[in-house]
């Protein structure tokens, strides 16, 4: 602390303190208090403003139903684009004006600084109205007016912004720059920018913020279809209102906390992440979020202002590319919000504890033996040990038994999947006191008509069979697509589901009737299988029919003997 | 070509002042030009201004000051605590900032209404709901929470001149802390007090979302004078003409305004 807040500290009374407190108590609770409700307006809301779910029964359903909603993947778009463009352009502008200032008189400095309290001050009523005015005259396009008018609002905050951190860079570096021959643009780039790059970032936050949210000059200037985010709010105001604008805030505070991560690189400072662990988050996001972006890209290049001559089209096809980009970033980082959790999230692992095992990309030694079955080429074997084999069978399929966790782990290497009859022993040994690997069949007309009626009811059945090892299910291909879609299995094929192996096949035909015939299965997921069944076998001390299925038994092997594996394949064989 | 560079320098040098006046002024003016034939023929829009006028002026009015008080509360508060009560503050009071405008006063109406329906009989929670849904008093309260972070950071400033040899003084010359803070501390925060209370109410006699939201319909301002008369009845010049009457309510206090934040240039943009 320092000696002038210590000594002003203490010329505070006690009593006056605490009123102080108490005040300020109340001030921050009328403040912060609608934010908190926007939170839970998003996850609790219903169709009517101020009614709320049960405390027990959060949903993402708006937050789905918005962006999946064209009109909504619009007005985004518009906003983002709109936003983006205004904020850069301001900054670029406010930027070059704060450098040359320095070099020009002080008088006009003054003025420059008048206007923009003035402009900032003014009723954007008028102006709104003034700017419509002007745009019909001149038939501009509406877009053209928009920007414009948020261009007005935005710079004056830049500009106040700037003048902030004015103090921080001296106009003598600057004439030092210029006094020893640097030309401006030199002096801009070397001396200026690195030491304004707090500035430089803050002016363009706030007017991304400031644009996006800006409804006044939109309400009067938009005659359109084309609505900008808030003017779609405004527009909505009715006894019900669905928890849109929620939604919207948790947009924009999602937006900023990347926006800052970002900047802070939090996602890339710690040393312990792999590179590895990158590449499959991106893969995930990747295939998450093409959907969203193209049909975000699509819905933009459909209903954008842009002209029809070749500036316009090229408009609206660099519009599209760049809206479906920023619109598919944004989605895929709120759906990969889990993974990302993961990452920044602490390992507190003990070994032999399922629940708190490490988080797989903070387990260093894994990506040893990724690079050793990497450089192994398709040949080779790698020793490991029982304890390693133990370890990483942990690692990569104790998510798939989480409480939270429903669905197939596609974060897992597909090399390591064939560790799963190994972590499946481990489970079975844990959890049931038994090494037994069962295989439960149900037909289509074994399944109860209730457990498919709902996907709540669907997962539980399938979640209720879990620990058995493998189910199968001689379905329809529709129920089978049902059945993948609602525990999220990539494929109506066959999936992990809570640790165990789902598998969706045809019935067996009447002239081989011993045979179960599978519908399609890529080769990832048939090398997996294969792998899976032969190890199943071949690590069965014994395998026995019960009530007509097969019981493999005593999977794990009781003694604690070193192992070659040869990872590309990853059989393992006793040394 | 020096000269080019001379003149591409100075025009860089002048960027905002063109913008403004290309993109704030000249549309003015060309406006209040239009607005102004038009006026001729509109009577009925000079009493329905004045019907507005004075209820815009009260609310904002009363609005801004309750947000000045709260703000220099709490910015009295953080000038006289240590660093990390300070750095939670700025923190909490940044967030409002964060989620947007519309969504707070969203997020209001639906407080406001599961307040006021909640079931049973008469409670503290149910009757606050009541007294501030679809009234002018929720519309200050509304107002004051959205201008409390501007006012708060304006204030701030003004408590960044004071210094602890003031106060040693002070007591030296037998004042009390009281009197001390009464004497010293009033005096100098006050001018970034007015601008505060002067830059919030210009702003809030603009405002036409708050009174719409959380006034029902009921208190309206100006402006919503105007969207009404845009929006509903297609009057498109007797919006001209209410707005206009608007900015020429407003332009005074923006002058003065505007003077008096450059000479106190530093109670916005701080030491």
Partial sequence: MALTEVYLHAFLPRRVRIILWFITAIVLFLIIMPCLYLFIWCFWGTEVIGLLRSPGDPSIQWVRELLEDPSWQSAFSYSLLLSIGVSIAGTALVAGQNYISRFLPRRLDSFTFWLMIFVTLNPLIAYSLSMRYTGNILVLPEWVILAAGHLVIVVPLQYLIFEAAREKLPRDLLWAGQTLGARHWANFRHVFLPNSQLAVWGAIVVGFFVSFDEVVVAAFVIESSHLTVPLKLWRGLSQVVKPEPAVVAVFMLSTLILAEAIHYRALFASDKLPRRAFKDILAGLWQETVAFAVSSAVAWFALSPGGTGLLGVSFKIFGSALVGFLSGLIVGMFKARGPIYDILGTANAEDGEVRSVPRFFSFEGISDYVDKADALRGGGWVEMNLEDISRISRVCFARARGRRYIGTDRHVPSKFYKLYPHYLGLQLERELASNDVRIVLYNEHDLAEDSLASPDLTRRFVASHVGVGVLLLSVSWETAERIAQRVRLPSPDFGLFGGQFVLFFDPPQSEEPGCIKLRHVDGQLQEMLETFLLELVENANEVVIQDGLPVFRRLLPETRDAYKVSLSALRWRRA | ?271
């Fill in chain 2, 1 to 271: 070509m020096r000269s080019i560079q001379r003149v591409l320098t100075v025009a860089l040098g002048l960027a905002p002042i063109i913008l403004i006046v290309g993109l704030f002024v000249l549309p003015l003016l060309i406006w209040m030009g239009g607005a102004h034939v038009q006026a001729l023929s509109r009577v009925s829009t000079g009493s329905l201004y004045l019907s507005l006028i004075t209820k815009t002026v009260l609310l904002s009015s009363l609005a801004a000051l309750l947000a000045v008080l709260m703000a220099t509360s709490v910015a009295f508060l953080h000038a006289f605590s240590g660093v990390h009560v300070r750095h939670a503050l700025n923190s909490l009071i940044m967030i409002p900032l964060l989620v947007g405008f519309l969504a707070r006063n969203y997020a209001w109406l639906g407080l406001l209404r599961s307040m006021a329906g909640s079931g049973g009989s008469i409670n503290l929670y149910r009757l606050i709901g009541s007294l501030l849904l679809y009234n002018n008093r929720g519309v200050v309260l509304v107002m004051a929470t959205v201008f409390i972070p501007f006012s708060y950071f304006i204030v701030l400033q003004g408590f960044s001149s004071l210094r602890p040899e003031m106060y040693e003084a002070a007591r030296t010359l037998g004042a009390s802390d009281l009197r001390a803070h009464m004497v010293v501390t009033l005096p100098i925060i006050m001018r970034s007090v007015i601008l505060a209370f002067g830059l919030c109410g210009v702003l809030a006699l603009g405002y036409f979302v708050t009174p719409k939201m959380i006034g029902g319909g009921q208190h309206d301002f100006i402006g919503n004078g105007v969207l009404t008369l845009l929006n509903k009845l297609g009057d498109s010049a007797g919006a001209s003409l209410l707005a206009l009457y608007l900015f020429g309510t407003a332009i005074l206090p923006m002058v003065l305004l505007a003077w008096y934040s450059v000479h106190r240039r530093t109670l916005l943009l701080g030491d």
